[in-house]
């Protein structure tokens, strides 16, 4: 016999136990309910659900977007400058791909000097004076290389662990791990600075494939730090408050008709957005930190710069957001690197080196991790002229400060022209890996299943860099 009920009311029968409305509305537990359950957790500030025992909390990104040159900055090579103006060793350039440059340029000694720092004499270009000045907080990487060598793949490389667009970035990894202390915030917050945007445009900051809600927000550092956030003329609290309401009652309607998880993002948006209202005008009033704070970062309140968004950066931390990247894309230097280096370095230095004695001097350095670096590095070889560099995937340098790393350390070793890695290498999987591992996380364990694989930050590549770790 068949299940179905026969004749008038068998259509009506079929349809209710064929129809999708029903089934996740009425089938027990209901799938709209686990969507909007699930996207609480993500933004109620759940507890950590970590891998191991993490040294960090909370992660400050400072991505340099243009790629800085390591060979004024970070790994002084003498032999660099001795073979200024002669070709390059042909064997250093079998199978090289650059980007624009060919294999008839010619070697460029560096255009700054070095100086010794700290207690272990540690070199930094003479352009850091003031990261001299924490030398001994931070760990130095000169051994990191990475597969891409144009901006855009090679900074959605470094911060999805792919070169195409779709991926979700490290920041929404992170949150999608360990959620949020911010009940108030979101908790993956961008900032940007620089002549422009990241060139690897927001899928700097994207959610890619996981739950919107872990996407990063991006902020401005002087006005509303998200456009049309004041009211507008002629609605005050009492209407906002009605308007809000009834909208997320019609979206919560629908998320328990269809049950999509991005209507439960849309009414976490919404629902923070307005809690923002009154958190984020108290976050952004600089004027309120102490004069001798504005003037060891060098920052202006109400004038957007590098310096604010490092403050910024702390006072979020504060308040319980759990990863914050500030980016700077201005370090493009195919010509005019002179100049452009001691630009960048003038409004850059400074405040990073701030942002980790700040850190140092409230306590929190011990479980904020802080990242300083950017996709790749430049050429020994000269391009435009006899003052700029192109863009070299082999060989880069990158810092670390806090949330377990071991401070005072210089990792890794390129070959005498700052070319080649060779000793400890680390690539931006390993980057990525040792990261996600000082926050608690096992890179191979934090994954998310779609379309039949489990996907991760790291793809199915990346180690741990234990002697990175205190």
């Known amino acids: 016999m068949s299940a179905f009920p026969s004749h008038a009311n068998g259509l009506a029968a079929r349809q209710q136990l064929l129809n999708r409305r029903w089934f ?4 027990g537990v209901g799938l709209g309910a686990i969507a909007l359950a699930d996207m609480a957790r993500s933004t109620d500030a759940p507890k950590p659900r970590t891998h191991h025992e993490p040294k960090a909390k ?3 990104y400072l991505f340099m977007g243009g790629a800085p040159s390591h060979l004024e900055l970070f790994d002084n090579k003498p032999q660099l400058a001795k073979f200024d103006g002669t070709l390059p060793p042909p064997d250093l350039l079998r199978n090289y791909r650059a980007a ?4 008839n340029s010619k070697l460029l000694g560096p255009k700054f000097k070095f100086k010794k720092f700290g207690k272990n004499g540690t070199e930094l270009g003479e352009l850091l004076p003031h990261l001299g000045e924490v030398v001994d907080d931070i760990a130095i990487v000169k051994s990191m290389n990475t597969d891409a060598f144009n901006h855009a793949p090679a900074q959605i490389m470094a911060l999805t ?12 990894w992170v949150t999608y791990g360990l959620g949020s202390e911010s009940k108030d915030l ?3 917050v961008v900032f940007s600075s620089g002549s422009k945007g990241p060139s690897g445009g927001n899928s700097c900051w994207g959610s890619g494939f996981l739950p919107s809600s872990h996407a990063g927000t991006l902020f401005r550092s002087a006005g509303d730090p998200v456009l049309f956030l004041s009211n507008p003329t002629g609605v005050d609290s ?3 408050k ?3 309401d009834a909208i997320n009652a019609l979206n919560k309607k629908r998320l328990d008709v269809v049950g999509d998880p991005e209507i439960a993002a849309r009414i976490s948006a919404y629902e923070m957005a307005g809690r923002m209202q009154s958190s984020a005008p108290e976050l952004m009033d600089l004027s309120k930190e102490t004069k001798e704070t504005l003037a060891m970062y060098g920052a202006e309140p109400g004038k957007p710069s590098f310096a604010n968004n490092c403050l910024l950066a702390r006072r979020l931390i504060e308040r319980g957001v759990r990863f914050v990247q500030l980016f700077h894309e201005a370090w493009d230097h195919h010509g005019g690197l002179t100049n452009g280096l001691k630009s960048e370095c003038g409004k850059t230095d400074k405040a990073s080196a701030a942002l980790v004695k700040d850190l140092k001097q409230r306590g929190l350095l011990k479980d904020t991790l802080v990242v300083w670096g950017g996709e790749f590095g430049r050429t020994p070889m000269v391009q435009g002229g006899n003052d700029g560099r192109d863009h070299h995937p082999n060989c880069y340098s990158v810092w670390m400060a806090g949330g377990g ?12 022209l700052g070319f080649n890695v060779v000793e400890d290498h680390v690539h931006v999987h390993d980057l990525n890996a040792t990261i996600l591992h000082l926050l608690g996380l096992n890179h191979e364990k934090l994954t998310y299943r779609l379309q039949g694989r489990d996907f991760r930050l790291t793809d199915v590549h990346g180690e741990v860099v234990e002697k990175l770790i205190a």
């Open 238 to 240: 009492a209407m906002q």
């Open 186 to 188: 979101p908790g993956f």
């Open 24 to 27: 996740l509305r009425d089938c």
């Open 100 to 103: 624009f440059i060919n294999p």
């Open 405 to 416: 790393v071991k401070p005072g350390l210089v990792l890794g070793k390129s070959d005498d």
């Open 58 to 60: 909370r992660v400050i």
């Open 161 to 172: 662990g792919h070169q195409q667009f779709g991926r979700p970035s490290a920041g929404a």
């Open 242 to 244: 009605e308007s809000l």
